[in-house]
């Protein structure tokens, strides 16, 4: 058996310990996280892919009605090589 200042020492470590553990463990849940959560980012990005799934951007000034097999467009067919290669 303890005896004297001995066991009051280990008694209070004891006690030291487990309240250094009790907070250790409670203080993560306690925790404020203001950012969005993992499920609203994980929603926003799939349904970013859901309209867009293939990653193609639509080029609003491109007019590729009228003309004939005559007419060339540099412009429009430099835009359509550059996204071929760089998507």
Known sequence: M???ANHYRKI???AVSCVVLALVWIEPGCTVNDGPTTRNA???HQDEAIK???????MEDHDIS???ISDFN???F???VHDFFNP
């Open 74 to 76: 540099k412009k429009g």
């Open 66 to 68: 009228g003309g004939g």
């Open 12 to 14: 209070f470590s004891a």
């Open 42 to 44: 994980m929603a926003e």
């Open 52 to 58: 867009d799934p293939m990653g193609y951007h639509v």
């Open 78 to 80: 430099d835009q359509d």
């Open 2 to 4: 303890f005896t004297g």
